[in-house]
C-alpha cells in the first residue's frame, strides 16, 4: 500500500488506541468531581479502573482473531459504536453501580480498539516505519490521559465532569461516520497467515509468555500511576487543577519518549526489547521518589519521571509484531490480555493499600514491579534469541 493509506491508517490507529483508553483516564482524571455527585473513594476508583481494564483482558483475545477474520475498519466501527452507547450514557448515571456498569461496556470497546489498531498499522505501513508507527500509535494512550488531566480545570471544575464524557461519545460518533466511508475500501483479511500459526513453537511460546508477563506487572504500576495522580496530588496540597496539569504535562513526557523512540528504532536500528527494558528501569525511579517524597516538589518531580518512564510502551507492541509477525492480531491479542490482568491487578491492589496503608508504600511497591518488568524483558529477549527467531531489529535507513 502506498504512504497516503499508511499515513491514514497511523491517524486511526492512533485515534482508536486514544478513544479505547479514555473512558478510564477520565473516570481517574474527574474523580474528584465525580465523587460530589456520588460516593467515589480510592478503593471504588481503583475497583472502576480494574473493571475497565479486566473486561479489556476478557475480551481482548477473541477479539484478537475476531479482528483478524472481520478486518480492522469493521473493528474500529464496533469500538466507535460501543464508544458513544458507554460515554454517552454517562451524562445521565446518578450512581455509582451505573457508572461501574458502563466502564465495563468502555472496556470492551478497548478490547478490540488494540488489536484493531495494531493490525492496521501491520496491513498498512512498510516494516521499516513500524518503529515510528508503533510509536506514533502508542502515543495515544498517554495523549488520552494528557486529554483527561486537561479536562480537569477545563470542563470538570467549570460545566460539570458529565459532559466531558459527552463530548467523547460526540467524537466518537463522528469517527463512525468516517469509518462508514473506509469500510467497502478495506482489503479482504488475509486470514490464511493466522490459520497456517495458530499454534507456535515451544520456545516462542514461552517468549511471548513471558513478554506478557513483563507488560502485566509494568502495567499494574502505569494504571496505578494513572489512576491516582490527580487524587494522590491534591492530597499533597498541589490542587485539583494543578494536579490535573502535572498528569498532562507527563503525559506529555510519555508521548515524547515513545515517539522518539520509535523514531530512533527505524533510524538506528536499535534492538527495542532493550530500550523497553532501560525505559521501565527509568521510570521505576519515578515511583521511587514518591515513596520517599517529603514536599509538593518531589511529588510532582515523581509524577513526571514515572510517567515519562511509561513511554516503553510504543517499542513493546513493535517488539511483539516483529517476534511474531505471521501472529499479528491473536499476539497483540495475548500481550493486550496480559497487560490488562495487570491494568485489574494494579489499581485495585494500589486503592487497597492506600486505603488501609499509605502512598508510600504504594509507591514503593509500584517501582519493584516495574523494576521486575524490566528484568523479565531482558529475559524475554534472551528467550526469542536462543529461539533464534528473528528479534525486534530495524533496519537501517
Not at 99 to 108: C, E, K, P, S
Not at 266 to 294: H, K, Q
Not at 384 to 390: G, M, Q
Request: aromatic share 8%; hydrophobic share 55%.
Amino acid at each position: 500500500m502506498g504512504r497516503r493509506p499508511g499515513r491514514r491508517a497511523v491517524a486511526l490507529a492512533v485515534t482508536v488506541s486514544a478513544f479505547g483508553m479514555m473512558p478510564a483516564w477520565l473516570v481517574s482524571a474527574l474523580a474528584v468531581q465525580i465523587g460530589e455527585s456520588f460516593p467515589l473513594t480510592e478503593s471504588s476508583l481503583g475497583l472502576a479502573v480494574a473493571l475497565f481494564m479486566g473486561t479489556s483482558m476478557v475480551g481482548s483475545v477473541p477479539a484478537g482473531y475476531w479482528v483478524r477474520r472481520v478486518g480492522w475498519v469493521r473493528g474500529m466501527q464496533a469500538v466507535a459504536a460501543l464508544g458513544v452507547a458507554a460515554n454517552g450514557a454517562m451524562i445521565a448515571t446518578t450512581a455509582l453501580w451505573q457508572m461501574l456498569a458502563l466502564v465495563v461496556v468502555a472496556g470492551a470497546a478497548n478490547a478490540v480498539a488494540q488489536p484493531a489498531a495494531n493490525l492496521s498499522l501491520v496491513d498498512s505501513v512498510p516494516d521499516a516505519r513500524h518503529g515510528t508507527a508503533f510509536g506514533i500509535k502508542q502515543a495515544g494512550t498517554p495523549g488520552a490521559m494528557l486529554v483527561a488531566g486537561v479536562a480537569v480545570p477545563a470542563i470538570g471544575i467549570t460545566v460539570g465532569w458529565r459532559w466531558a464524557f459527552f463530548a467523547l461519545a460526540v467524537v466518537c460518533g463522528g469517527m463512525a461516520a468516517l469509518l462508514l466511508r473506509l469500510r467497502a475500501a478495506q482489503p479482504r483479511p488475509s486470514g490464511a497467515r493466522d490459520r497456517a500459526t495458530r499454534r507456535l513453537p515451544v520456545p516462542r511460546r514461552r517468549a511471548l509468555l513471558v513478554l506478557g508477563l513483563s507488560g502485566c506487572v509494568a502495567t499494574a504500576a502505569a494504571t496505578s500511576l494513572a489512576a491516582f495522580a490527580v487524587t494522590y496530588g491534591t492530597g499533597r496540597g498541589i490542587g485539583e487543577a494543578a494536579s490535573g496539569v502535572i498528569v498532562a504535562v507527563g503525559s506529555l513526557g510519555n508521548v515524547a519518549v515513545r515517539l522518539a523512540t520509535g523514531y530512533l528504532a527505524d533510524r538506528r536500528g536499535w534492538e527495542g526489547l532493550a530500550v523497553v527494558a532501560s525505559t521501565m528501569a527509568f521510570g521505576a525511579l519515578g515511583y521511587f521518589i514518591l515513596a520517599l517524597a517529603d514536599s509538593p516538589t518531589w511529588a510532582v518531580a515523581g509524577i513526571l519521571i514515572a510517567f515519562t518512564g511509561w513511554g516503553w510502551n510504543g517499542l513493546f507492541h513493535m517488539a511483539t509484531m516483529r517476534s511474531f509477525p505471521d501472529f499479528a492480531a491473536p499476539a497483540t491479542g495475548a500481550i493486550v490480555a496480559a497487560m490488562a490482568v495487570g491494568g485489574v491487578i494494579g489499581p485495585a491492589a494500589f486503592g487497597l493499600l492506600v486505603g488501609h496503608g499509605s502512598y508510600p508504600t504504594a509507591w514503593l511497591l509500584g517501582g519493584l514491579v516495574t523494576v521486575l518488568g524490566s528484568g523479565l524483558v531482558l529475559v524475554a529477549r534472551l528467550l526469542l534469541r536462543r529461539a533464534r527467531e528473528p528479534l525486534d531489529v530495524v533496519p537501517v535507513l
